[in-house]
């Protein structure tokens, strides 16, 4: 009972990347940067899907849910780094800890079912075009979406609730960007194997399920694109995948280089990974979604057009 008093009451220091002052100014400037064009970039994705009648399909609709949830998970995240790197005090408490932790759990695996659900949304587009308005109906991709949220909300829970067993009586530096799984354990002085076995035993279903669901849906992809006669039907095919592979690949190559190693080389080395799915990935999203992408284009165009006309009159 004493050290769950003295978790509770103590908290925890949250170091960042760097004590050096000159390269916190750097690095403020840097994360404001990009904290500010993922809001944008995101906000903008959501508003011209929710104006534009034509983007009302399941792959917008997945894709306004993507942009919602990196939304949410910067938000979680950066601003506390951004008052770390001004303040001299950089304590965390353990109740924000814990808070930050549920909510970057959460939103992870939120973020990789979306994927997945739009990896089958492709998948049927492609491989079952007469079937699509019927097998992707509205209904479907709200249940879908629940489903998403719900699996995410437990997994998240399960490790929160599992972290409040453990027992923190050493150091209380973190030295990293926010309170990271990872991290923690670390510095746990008290049994952690529990955490450990769950960890892996959720994390296979949650993310490898999910991925493995992803290759398969993209094999049969890959095989319907091939047997399309012309060129230029396989191009116009294959385009509808691009951005949905690019941001698979990105998000699974961050995360990759953090996770799939043993707890016990988790290194400071690992916080430029870190940052990458958890500010690079959610600030990228939109512009590989809408670079090549004629009808967000249009859309954007339209809510600018919009918005600049009701200022005029």
Request: with cysteine; net charge positive.
């Amino acid at each position: 009972m004493d050290g769950d008093n003295h978790n509770v009451t103590s908290g925890f220091l949250l170091l960042g990347l760097s004590e050096d002052p000159e390269q916190q100014q750097i690095l403020f400037w840097m994360f404001l940067s990009m904290y500010l064009v993922t809001v944008v970039g995101n906000v903008l994705i959501i508003l011209a899907i929710s104006s534009d009648f034509r983007l009302h399909t399941p792959m917008y609709f997945f894709l306004a849910n993507l942009s919602f949830t990196d939304l949410f998970f910067v938000t979680n995240t950066i601003p506390k780094m951004l008052v770390n790197l001004q303040s001299q005090s950089k304590v965390i408490s353990y109740t924000g800890c814990l808070a930050q932790l549920y909510f970057l759990v959460s939103l992870v695996a939120l973020d990789n079912l979306i994927l997945a659900a739009m990896a089958y949304d492709r998948y049927v587009a492609i491989c079952r075009p007469l079937q699509y308005t019927t097998a992707m109906n509205p209904g479907l991709c709200i249940l879908i979406v629940v489903f998403c949220w719900v699996l995410s909300v437990l997994y998240g829970l399960i490790h929160t609730l599992l972290m409040t067993r453990v027992t923190f009586c050493g150091s209380r530096k973190i030295h990293y960007i926010f309170c990271e799984m990872y991290v923690l354990l670390r510095l746990a002085c008290s049994d952690t194997q529990v955490n450990h076995v769950v960890l892996i035993a959720t994390g296979c279903f949650i993310f490898l399920t999910p991925f493995g669901f992803m290759i398969a849906s993209y094999v049969r992809i890959v095989r319907a694109i091939l047997r399309i006669p012309s060129v230029t039907g396989k191009y116009k095919a294959f385009s509808t995948c691009a951005s949905h592979l690019a941001v698979v690949s990105l998000f699974y190559g961050t995360l990759g280089m953090v996770y799939l190693q043993p707890l016990h080389t988790y290194s400071m080395k690992d916080s430029v990974a870190t940052m990458m799915y958890a500010v690079v990935t959610p600030m990228m999203n939109p512009f590989i979604y809408s670079l090549r992408n004629r009808d967000m284009h249009g859309a954007l165009v339209k809510l600018f057009l919009r918005k600049a006309i009701q200022r005029l009159t």
